[in-house]
Nanobody, 119 residues
Framework: QVQLVESGGGLVQAGGSLRLSCAAS????????MGWFRRAPGKQRELVAS???????NYADSVKGRFTISRDNAKNTVYLQMNSLKPEDTAVYYC?????????????WGRGTQVTVSS
């Protein structure tokens, strides 16, 4: 019902930047909260940043001041601009969206995109 296409991951040196994108498509009424999570090797998945339909944002303390989340509601796309990347940012990054249908709300996950930061 909802397809998520992620892009923008890759390998970058410490201090560099990457921009992740996640486009949602399907037969939903609207997309509410959109966010990015990540799972580093040997660790649990954690919230990186989220943005509501009204553009309120929330960030993990570890990325505040370095990462910026934004969304384009016309394109149902969420972006994560990552600056001043650190080796500890290395992880698989997953897009997550909350889709509103006529009578219910459901969460969807992307397949993930690898971000590797070399020291």
């Amino acid at each position: 019902q909802v397809q998520l296409v992620e892009s923008g991951g890759g390998l970058v040196q410490a201090g560099g930047s990457l921009r992740l994108s996640c486009a949602a498509s399907g037969s939903f009424f609207s997309i509410n909260t959109m966010g990015w999570f990540r799972r580093a090797p040997g660790k649990q998945r954690e919230l990186v940043a989220s943005v509501t339909l009204g553009s309120s944002t929330n960030y993990a303390d570890s990325v505040k001041g370095r990462f910026t989340i934004s969304r384009d509601n016309a394109k149902n796309t969420v972006y994560l601009q990552m600056n001043s990347l650190k080796p500890e940012d290395t992880a698989v990054y997953y897009c997550n969206v909350e889709a509103l249908f006529r009578s219910y709300v459901q969460n969807y996950w992307g397949r993930g995109t690898q971000v590797t930061v070399s020291s």
